[in-house]
């Protein structure tokens, strides 16, 4: 996937319109980010009708924070993506990623269920001409929305062979932490294993895990940092 966004420049970032009260890091959005902010594509204001739609898939919890809700349409024929509409109850950033998350479904006649499920939050911050780092993991709430979506309706297609599985791979046996709890630290800007450590306590009661947290960081971070 190529895009011809223009990217933050150091002189943009000189002059960041936001900064953190807390830490003092300065946040720049680009201009395309800025105007899927205040002009969201495909973005859906009521519950729709029963039967608008084939599948819904929901990430978040409305009691913690950050919750997205993915709605699809989907050509059975095709095999295409006829309509895709979002509701968030999140940040900025999770609002303008979503809004070109769903363009970039549903653009062109719709994408083929397996190109979309192919879709990085690397490309959808490549599309707004990046997000800050702190703000990454907004991107990454459709994704996982959408492919919980399309496992609906796969289901209810009785496409049982398509079913995406995630498996999670336990690193420390004593506190029971996955490698899918140290990919959410990294994408919440865990950086270093003190940083991961700081977040989750990992490996501290179990050292010999630390060699392959430290591998998994670096996995993450180049995957979405990279």
């Given at each position: 996937?190529?895009?011809?966004?223009k990217?933050?420049?150091?002189?943009?970032m000189?002059?960041?319109?936001?900064?953190?009260?807390?830490?003092g890091?300065?946040?720049?959005?680009?201009?395309?980010?800025?105007?899927?902010?205040?002009n969201?594509?495909n973005?859906?204001l009521?519950?729709?009708?029963?039967?608008?739609?084939?599948a819904?898939?929901?990430?978040?919890?409305?009691?913690?924070?950050?919750?997205?809700k993915?709605?699809?349409?989907?050509?059975?024929?095709?095999?295409?993506?006829r309509?895709?509409?979002?509701?968030?109850?999140?940040?900025?950033?999770?609002?303008?990623?979503?809004?070109?998350?769903?363009?970039?479904?549903?653009?062109?006649?719709?994408?083929v269920?397996?190109?979309?499920?192919?879709?990085?939050?690397?490309?959808?911050?490549?599309?707004?001409?990046?997000?800050?780092?702190?703000?990454?993991?907004?991107?990454?709430?459709?994704?996982?929305?959408?492919?919980?979506?399309?496992?609906?309706?796969?289901?209810?297609?009785?496409?049982?062979?398509?079913?995406?599985?995630?498996?999670?791979?336990?690193i420390?046996?004593?506190?029971?932490?996955?490698?899918?709890?140290?990919?959410?630290?990294?994408?919440?800007?865990?950086?270093?294993?003190e940083?991961?450590?700081?977040?989750?306590?990992?490996?501290?009661?179990?050292?010999?895990?630390?060699?392959?947290?430290?591998?998994?960081?670096?996995?993450?971070?180049?995957?979405?940092?990279g």
């Amino acid at each position: 996937m190529t895009t011809n966004a223009k990217k933050i420049t150091a002189r943009q970032m000189a002059n960041a319109e936001i900064v953190n009260e807390h830490t003092g890091e300065k946040w720049v959005y680009s201009d395309i980010v800025k105007d899927h902010f205040f002009n969201p594509r495909n973005l859906l204001l009521e519950d729709p009708k029963e039967g608008e739609f084939d599948a819904v898939g929901m990430v978040g919890s409305p009691a913690c924070g950050d919750v997205m809700k993915i709605w699809i349409k989907v050509d059975r024929t095709s095999d295409t993506i006829r309509d895709l509409k979002w509701q968030t109850f999140g940040c900025g950033s999770a609002i303008a990623s979503t809004s070109m998350f769903s363009v970039m479904c549903t653009e062109d006649g719709g994408m083929v269920l397996t190109d979309a499920l192919k879709i990085k939050p690397q490309h959808v911050m490549e599309r707004l001409a990046g997000l800050p780092n702190r703000k990454i993991h907004c991107s990454v709430l459709a994704d996982k929305a959408f492919r919980k979506a399309v496992n609906e309706y796969f289901r209810a297609s009785a496409q049982h062979e398509r079913v995406l599985v995630e498996h999670a791979r336990v690193i420390d046996a004593r506190l029971n932490i996955t490698d899918k709890d140290i990919e959410e630290a990294v994408l919440e800007g865990a950086q270093t294993l003190e940083d991961v450590q700081q977040k989750l306590k990992v490996g501290v009661g179990d050292p010999e895990s630390i060699p392959e947290i430290e591998q998994l960081i670096r996995f993450y971070h180049e995957k979405y940092y990279g």
